[in-house]
Structures are given as structure tokens and as C-alpha cells.
């Protein structure tokens, strides 16, 4: 069927809607913890594993989402994971003990991360240089909504009808975006571009993309500075009803300023594109990011947890992190312009590993003051920032041998 070509804007709204699935599955069940910990009965501990049955095969299918699209076309592979995660979020609704919403959370997670993925390799299919860079910096502005809004319309949902209605509206959600890709998502891999499904060649590329030190210490960088951010969201129920007092309406207090950070960052992103190089313009985050963790620090060590002030660094934090973020995630894709779905698949199976690590052992660990939190972001931030020189360090190497 022809489809009339999509404009930037309309592609870029699609996009993150799709990219939006994973922090709505994340984030909006967060206030229905205690009323889960009730009906279930199981410990918060326990809880927290509902968490990494969705990350752990959300990390392992990113590696499979790139790939498939890369020898199926971009279209199926959103579609038919949109039908599953439909599916499995019914499934959540409609679980009658913990182990059924254990598999089917599983299954929200086998099928989140398509959105994500693929959304990466069609915009580096349709846009090159500075126009991908502004749309990507788009994406991720119009994305940022997401883990701002899930947890307010998570407590709402949560007080007015139950834990149930939380899954009930990620169906309806994923019902939607269902309809909107089959409805406007065009296919930006044309049949003659497509790889062959076959599993030696597959092996190969693979091997190839594993072993490239760039692409590793690029997807580290990614996956680490996001952990560094991540560590507060899995650790949101803590901080909201044990470190700063408040209730399940309140996890605003920490989720809007986080990702109005996020939107500030993505929004100056797009304004460096074409002014600033990606290396200067990554510079520039990571010193926000670092001054961000040395007020947050400072403060958790001096003040008592108390909202605003205990967020504001969070704030600053993701505004470093999305400035740097889009031009990462363009080096590490420009590295293999001819495997760009498995280039994002292994940039998103690092990036969910690190989640997944993060919410099952580092936030349990640390969750129990402000002060850790503060220091477990540095921890991480700081490997981040290593990975990053090391790549810079590498890369030059590597043009400078070339050039010989």
C-alpha cells in the first residue's frame, strides 16, 4: 500500500510514542507497589524482581529487535511486537498470582524494546549528519514526556481503580501505537538493502560489531550515564515513601524534574547540532553531569532529604545526559553504516543490561538514604566518563593509523 511521506515532526512524535512504551512499563506501575506487596503478598524485595523479569528480556531481545528488521524491514517487527506487548500488559491486568504476573511482565519486556531500536536505525535510515542529530535530540524531547507523566498517571490510576488499570492502560496505549504504525510508519529499508536471516552470517556480524573496541566503550558510555539517572527511578518508591515522606500521588516531586532535565538537555542538543561537534558538545554534558553529582553529593551529606532540593541535582544531571547522549548514540551508529539495526540492538543490550543490573542488585543496596543514591550516580557517572576518553583515545588512534 503507498503511503504519503511522513514529515519530520509526525515521524519524530511516532517515534518516540513507540521509544515512550518502555519507560510507561517501567514507571507507571511504581505507586501500585504497596497495593501489589498487599494482593500478592510478597516482600518489597520480591517486588523489585518485577523490575528485572521485564528489563532482563527487554536486554536480551534488544540484541534479536535490530537484527530481524535489518533482514525483515523495519514495519513487521514493530508491528508484531506491538501486538505482543498488548497482549502481555493484558496479561499483567489480568494475573491471578505472582508467577503469572512475573511471565507476562517477562513478556512486556521480550517485546518493549522494538520501538526503541528500530526508531534508531529509521532515523539514521532517512536523515544523515546534523539532520539526524536534531532529529534524534527530537525524539528524545517529545520521549522525555513519558517517565514524567507514567508515574502521575500511574497514581491515579492507582487510586482511583486499582493496580489493575495500570496494565489495562498500557494495553490500551500499545493498542494505540498499533494503530498509529500501521496507520503512518513508513519502511525506510528498501528489500535490496536487507540482510540475509541466516545464522552464519548473522554469527559473523555479530562477532564483528562485539569485537570493535569503539562500539563497546560507545555503548558503555551510553549505558552507564543513563544508570547514573536510572538508579533513582528503580529506586523511586524508596525515595518518595521512605527518604522524603510522601505518598502515591507524589512521585512527581521526583520524576518532573528529572525529565524536564532530560528535555532541557535534548532541546540544547539539537541547537548544538551543525554548531558544536559531537565530541565538544558530549564535553559539555559530562561537565553538567559532574557538577550535577557534586551538589548532589554535597547536599545529601549536609541536609536532611526534603524535596525540592533533593531532586534538583537529578535535574541537572539528565539535562548533561541528554545533551550528550544523541551524538554518542550517532558515533557508535556510524561506526557500521551497513549493520545499523544490530548496531542499535547491541547499543540497547548494554543500555538494558546496566537497567536491569541496576534495579535488581545496585538500588536494592542503596536505596536506604539519599547519601548512597548520591554516590552510587558518581560511581557510575564516573565509569561512564572513562569509557568515553577511552573511546576518544582509541578513535584517535585509530584515524591516525589510518592515515599512515
Known amino acids: 500500500m503507498h503511503r504519503k ?26 505507586p501500585s507497589f504497596p497495593a501489589l506487596a498487599r494482593d500478592f503478598a510478597v516482600t518489597p524485595l520480591e517486588l523489585q524482581q518485577t523490575l528485572s523479569a521485564y528489563l532482563l ?28 506487548y498488548l497482549l502481555a500488559s493484558a496479561g499483567c491486568a489480568l494475573a491471578q498470582d505472582f508467577f503469572q504476573l512475573l511471565l507476562f511482565r ?34 528524545t524531547l517529545i520521549f522525555g514526556l513519558a517517565p514524567a507523566l507514567a508515574p502521575v498517571i500511574g ?10 488499570s495500570v496494565f489495562v492502560f498500557l494495553a490500551l496505549y500499545g493498542a494505540a501505537m498499533l494503530a ?16 540475509p536471516f541466516a545464522p552464519a552470517p548473522l554469527a559473523r556480524n555479530y562477532l564483528k560489531l562485539a569485537s570493535s573496541g569503539r562500539m563497546l566503550l560507545l555503548s558503555l558510555a551510553i549505558a552507564l550515564n543513563f544508570a547514573g539517572f536510572f538508579l533513582y527511578i528503580s529506586s523511586a518508591p524508596a525515595f518518595i515513601y521512605n527518604l ?13 524534574p528529572g525529565i524536564s532535565g532530560v528535555m532541557i538537555g535534548a532541546f540544547l542538543s539539537g541547537r548544538a547540532a551543525g554548531r558544536l561537534t559531537p565530541q565538544r558538545t558530549v564535553k559539555i554534558g559530562y561537565l553538567i553531569m559532574f557538577s550535577a553529582v557534586f551538589l548532589n553529593i554535597a547536599h545529601s551529606t549536609f541536609a536532611a532529604p526534603a524535596v525540592p532540593w533533593s531532586v534538583l541535582p537529578v535535574m541537572g544531571y539528565t539535562a548533561g545526559m541528554a545533551l550528550a547522549m544523541p551524538s554518542i548514540m550517532l558515533l557508535a551508529l556510524d561506526l557500521f553504516p551497513h ?26 543496596l542503596l536505596s536506604g538514604s539519599t547519601a548512597a543514591l548520591a554516590l552510587g550516580m558518581a560511581g557510575l557517572l564516573s565509569c561512564g ?11 584517535s588512534q585509530t584515524t591516525d593509523d589510518t592515515r599512515s
Open 57 to 84: 528480556p527487554f536486554a536480551v531481545m534488544t540484541l534479536f529487535h535490530g537484527t530481524l528488521s535489518d533482514s525483515f524491514g523495519r514495519r513487521p517487527v514493530i508491528l508484531v511486537s506491538l501486538v505482543v
Open 339 to 364: 549493520n545499523r539495526g544490530l548496531a542499535s540492538s547491541l547499543l540497547g543490550f548494554g543500555h538494558s543490561i546496566f537497567t536491569a543490573f541496576t534495579a535488581g542488585l545496585i538500588s536494592p
Open 155 to 164: 497514581g491515579w490510576l492507582q487510586s482511583a481503580f486499582g493496580w489493575q
Open 5 to 30: 511521506p511522513i514529515s519530520a515532526p509526525l515521524l519524530a512524535a511516532i517515534l518516540a510514542g513507540l521509544a515512550m512504551l518502555g519507560p510507561f512499563s517501567v514507571d507507571t506501575y511504581m
Open 106 to 139: 517477562g513478556l512486556q519486556g521480550l517485546s518493549g524494546g522494538a520501538g526503541m531500536v528500530v526508531g534508531r536505525t529509521i532515523i539514521r535510515d532517512s536523515f544523515e549528519g546534523f539532520a539526524a542529530q536534531r532529529l534524534m535530540s527530537l525524539v
Open 385 to 395: 566518563w572513562l569509557s568515553w576518553m577511552m573511546y576518544r583515545r582509541l578513535d
Open 244 to 256: 522524603v515522606r510522601l505518598g502515591a500521588n507524589d512521585f512527581a516531586w521526583l520524576f518532573v
Open 180 to 195: 498509529v504504525c500501521g496507520w503512518r510508519l513508513p519502511e525506510t529499508l528498501p528489500s535490496s538493502a536487507r540482510q
